[in-house]
């Protein structure tokens, strides 16, 4: 099966600092980024990034369908 492709996040999200010291997925692809200067790992993060936030809101989605599906009385 193939998947979508993620085009790369916009630059200011890979700056953002709220979430600085916390240890998620999108957090640890800001600390590579900001640790090189090589363009390529840079595009790679934000790619990542992409895709992290796609399967994160993809996984509310399913979230919400499995809640629905067991509150529903049979």
């Given at each position: 099966?193939?998947?979508k492709?993620?085009q790369?996040?916009d ?5 953002k600092?709220r979430?600085?010291?916390h240890?998620t ?24 990034m ?14 919400d ?10």
């Amino acid at each position: 099966m193939s998947y979508k492709r993620h085009q790369p996040i916009d630059e200011k999200y890979m700056h953002k600092e709220r979430y600085h010291g916390h240890h998620t997925i999108c957090q640890f692809l800001r600390d590579i980024y900001q640790l090189t200067e090589d363009e390529e790992i840079r595009l790679k993060c934000r790619v990542a990034m992409n895709m992290a936030k796609s399967m994160h809101n993809r996984l509310k989605v399913y979230k919400d369908e499995y809640i629905k599906k067991i509150d529903m009385p049979d």
